[in-house]
């Protein structure tokens, strides 16, 4: 199993990570602050709705951003003082259902709701990043005193 962990952990950095081309260091460095800025504030509008977990397609088309590049800046903001917890969704590759593995004995022998028996590989696995309910806390209390000053929210559509 480790070995496994291992090759998906490997695949996502030949897959997902590639280095931007050179850009002028001083547009790299707004553009960062205001991506930043923008992605904060997307991560918050998400942790004071229902929404406890999304995918990094969701912040791509928000920002109108490769999906790879999403997921490089999410990676950023996981970590033990950060708002985003990652997480591992595996699915089925016959029919795209999201598999239910509760322990690791539940990777050796794997079948479908679809009647599938599966030998998952690293590529049957999607990144997925979950609020810290902390994090979610935290901000609807700090919500709750600027509402006392009139401050409101954005709305998500």
């Not at 397609?57 to 590049?69: N, V």
């Not at 990777?107 to 309910?133: M, R, S, V, W």
């Amino acid at each position: 199993t480790q070995r496994f962990i291992e090759d998906v952990c490997q695949l996502l950095l030949t897959h997902f990570l590639f280095l931007p081309q050179s850009l002028d260091p001083l547009t790299l460095v707004f553009n960062a602050f205001e991506e930043r800025r923008m992605i904060d504030k997307f991560i918050e509008n998400l942790a004071l709705s229902r929404v406890d977990k999304f995918y990094p397609s969701a912040l791509a088309t928000h920002l109108g951003i490769s999906s790879k590049d999403a997921f490089i800046r999410l990676l950023e903001m996981t970590g033990p003082r950060e708002p985003l917890n990652l997480k591992w969704e595996a699915r089925c590759p016959y029919c795209s259902r999201t598999l239910n593995i509760t322990n690791e004995e539940d990777i050796d022998e794997l079948i479908c709701n679809c009647g599938a028996e599966l030998e998952l590989q690293p590529t049957d696995f999607y990144p997925l990043f979950q609020i810290k309910k902390d994090y979610k806390e935290a901000l609807k209390n700090e919500l709750k005193k600027k509402n006392h000053t009139g401050w409101r929210p954005l709305q998500m559509i």
